[in-house]
């Protein structure tokens, strides 16, 4: 016995550290110790042994226990660590710096965005800012949309609950509806009513809308908008402007049209189209880029502006829409997948 069992054990010794994968570690620990193992073989045999020599094998067979475990138990972390370092990959020193050592590159929706602000700023306007949570008032009531107009929809627009949950408590936030808002024609309202004019605003910035992301859609975009209000303003300034803005953006030979259209804070109102066939990837000869129009008496009412005194245009258009006609992109999701691969090639 005592033989059989160094000899077990000598075996157990030079197979255990050489197992290379967990199966085969199952496999080996199952011969020795599960229930047809060798060594449980050995331990049967104890019943078999006269009563006397039963203490002295029953000491060597505790031994040889003791042996045999931590072998297993060795050869099972080592095999746990080779796991562990299989799944983490080559060893990585965080310390170091970085491979990509290039400087970054700023995003093409901002580019546009600065772009389209620094031409603005040389013909006088200045950069004013708007909250994205919004009230319906400053997005839709005092811009003269009406009750039912469909932009108010929940189906277009993201509605806030309107009771905010302290623990327990429920509160009512407030009279008003929050929203996301759907455009940034609510700056025009906001900055009206801070100061008196002349006024001259561009206003860049996040809006929000319940719309299927596809290839030319997406519920969280941006946009541009621009206010002017003064004496005596006029389509033809509205129109000299968008002209030079554009031409300014993307090259001397595009051209702009006005289409009637309708919105409730412009009377007259025009959708505008953009002509740029010497663009990449502009196959069509009109492209619509955004609203536009002559500030509708009732919204100089709603900010307190003597309507018979101040004139005043406004627009409005989508910085993605622009940046896609620039550069030639024909995906709005890439904008937003932060793919250094496509993200670089704007620099
Ligand atoms: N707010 C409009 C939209 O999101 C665009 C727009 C139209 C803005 C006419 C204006 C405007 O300032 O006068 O579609």
């Known amino acids: 016995m005592e033989s059989q069992l160094s000899a077990l054990l ?29 060594f449980t073989a050995l331990m049967k045999q104890m019943g078999s042994v006269p009563k006397e020599q039963r203490p002295a094998i029953g000491k060597l067979i505790n031994e040889a226990k003791g042996k045999l ?14 796991e562990l370092a299989a799944q983490l990959g080559p060893a990585v ?76 408590v429920s509160k009512k936030t407030a009279e008003e509806k929050y929203l996301l808002r759907t455009h940034t024609s609510s700056v025009q309202i906001r900055t009206m009513l801070k100061g008196q004019p002349p006024i001259r605003i561009v206003s860049p910035g996040r809006v929000y809308r319940r719309d299927t992301s596809d290839a030319t859609h997406s519920a969280n975009f941006h946009q541009l908008e621009c206010l002017y209000v003064d004496k005596n303003v006029t389509v033809r300034d509205l129109k000299a402007l968008l002209d030079y803005i554009f031409a300014s953006l993307l090259g001397k030979d595009t051209k702009t049209r006005f289409r009637p259209h309708y919105f409730g804070y412009t009377e007259p109102s025009f959708e505008v189209d953009l002509s740029a066939k010497h663009l990449p990837k502009v196959n069509k000869e009109w492209i619509e880029i955004g609203g536009c129009g002559m500030v509708d008496p009732t919204v100089f009412d709603a900010v307190g502006y003597d309507s018979t005194v101040w004139s005043g245009y406004a627009f409005g258009m989508g910085i993605e829409r622009l940046a896609m006609l620039l550069y030639g992109i024909d995906d709005i999701r890439y904008f937003y997948q932060n793919d250094a691969r496509f993200l670089k090639q704007f620099a």
């Open 10 to 38: 000598a075996k157990a010794q030079a197979e255990f550290p050489t197992l290379a994968t967990r199966p085969d570690f199952e496999a080996a620990k199952a011969r020795y110790v599960g229930p047809n193992g060798e």
């Open 93 to 168: 020193d965080p310390t170091l710096p970085s491979p990509d050592i290039g400087p970054g590159t700023f995003h093409p929706l901002t580019l546009v965005r600065e772009e389209m602000c620094s031409i603005l700023r040389k013909v006088g306007f200045v950069v004013a800012d708007g909250p994205e949570v919004e009230t319906e008032y400053y997005c839709f009531d005092a811009l003269n949309t009406p009750a039912d107009h469909p932009a108010r929809d929940a189906q277009d627009t993201f509605y806030l609950p309107d009771t905010v949950r302290f623990g327990n």
């Open 69 to 82: 475990q931590p072998l297993l138990d060795a050869a099972l972390a080592r095999l746990e660590q080779a």
